[in-house]
T-cell receptor, first 118, second 114 residues
Framework: GAGVSQTPSNKVTEKGKYVELRCDPI?????LYWYRQSLGQGPEFLIY????????DSGLPNDRFFAVRPEGSVSTLKIQRTERGDSAVYLC????????????????FGPGTRLTVL | AQKVTQAQTEISVVEKEDVTLDCVYE???????LFWYKQPPSGELVFLIR??????QNEISGRYSWNFQKSTSSFNFTITASQVVDSAVYFC???????????FGSGTRLLVRP
């Protein structure tokens, strides 16, 4: 079966522009996560979806970042007025459970979108 | 606060050597989960293992083995008879029982030279 897919694989944009990054989770996975990985660092949590709703968005750095998952499957991470500091690899993951606290189900990651803000 | 520390930034070994990657974690929760992921040059994180805090039994999977010690808050990963294909960045991660997110260490880059 197909794994988590992300598009585009690379995105180069100019400072101040708006970007959308797409994630298609593994079919049937109800839990979806976004992480951001800066060069030389481990991934950092951004937001978690349970179905269509954002159950935890505590990792979003500021209000320029927003994510949606309108039908409980595909998710889009949106970044407004991009800044050079937003340059990173944005990773999406999904898990088969509800991802609830109390469960340790592994998260399966996509290949990421490398965002470069010039 | 919860934290994962991977003190080894980079390790270089010659093929067939054994190598151990260290992971130390911090949490006050009594129930938590520990993970190891591999990130090859292609960039995709590959799940290797999950351990819950109540299971301190060590695990072996082929050339891979994991040593979980709650007394020292460590979850170390050993590769026996390393191969060039093992070259990658390896991440240790922690998930609390009360949370949804994974907390990653900064990773250890392993280079296996032929």
């Amino acid at each position: 079966g197909a794994g988590v897919s992300q598009t585009p694989s690379n995105k180069v944009t100019e400072k101040g522009k708006y970007v959308e990054l797409r994630c298609d989770p593994i079919s049937g996975h109800t839990a979806l996560y976004w992480y951001r990985q800066s060069l030389g660092q481990g991934p950092e949590f951004l937001i978690y979806f349970q179905g269509t709703g954002a159950a935890d968005d505590s990792g979003l750095p500021n209000d320029r970042f927003f994510a949606v998952r309108p039908e409980g499957s595909v998710s889009t991470l949106k970044i407004q007025r991009t800044e050079r500091g937003d340059s990173a690899v944005y990773l999406c993951a999904s898990s088969s459970s509800l991802g609830l606290a109390g469960e340790g189900n592994e998260q399966f990651f996509g290949p990421g979108t490398r965002l470069t803000v010039l | 606060a919860q934290k994962v520390t991977q003190a080894q930034t980079e390790i270089s070994v010659v093929e067939k050597e054994d190598v151990t990657l260290d992971c130390v974690y911090e949490t006050r929760d009594t129930t938590y989960y520990l993970f190891w992921y591999k990130q090859p040059p292609s960039g995709e994180l590959v799940f290797l293992i999950r351990r819950n805090s109540f299971d301190e039994q060590n695990e072996i999977s082929g050339r891979y083995s994991w040593n979980f010690q709650k007394s020292t808050s460590s979850f170390n990963f050993t590769i026996t008879a390393s191969q060039v294909v093992d070259s990658a960045v390896y991440f240790c991660a922690l998930k609390m029982d009360s949370s949804y997110k994974l907390i990653f260490g900064s990773g250890t880059r392993l280079l296996v030279r032929p």
